[in-house]
């Protein structure tokens, strides 16, 4: 999967979950500052990735996921 299939992912979760419009899901934007996803919706953002792209992202791994770019990035790597 290229990181722009993970990133359109994302960004359909975010839609869903958080009303983010997708257009906004840029690899460079906070999820928190930019996107205002709190942190309940942060966490259904993560099962839903978990679920979608067949990964798992450990709790304290979360807190490091602070861009969509992070995201992007954990889940390719975790994928491999």
Not at 46 to 66: C, G, H, M, Y
């Amino acid at each position: 999967m290229t990181r722009d299939e993970i990133r359109e992912g994302l960004a359909e979760i975010l839609e869903e979950v958080a009303g983010v419009n997708p257009d906004d899901a840029a690899e460079d934007k906070s999820f928190t500052d930019d996107l205002d996803v709190d942190s309940l919706s942060m966490v259904e953002v993560v099962v839903a990735a978990e679920e979608r792209f067949d990964v798992k992202i450990p709790d304290d791994e979360v807190q490091n996921l602070k861009t969509v770019g992070d995201a992007v990035s954990f889940i390719e790597k975790a994928g491999k």
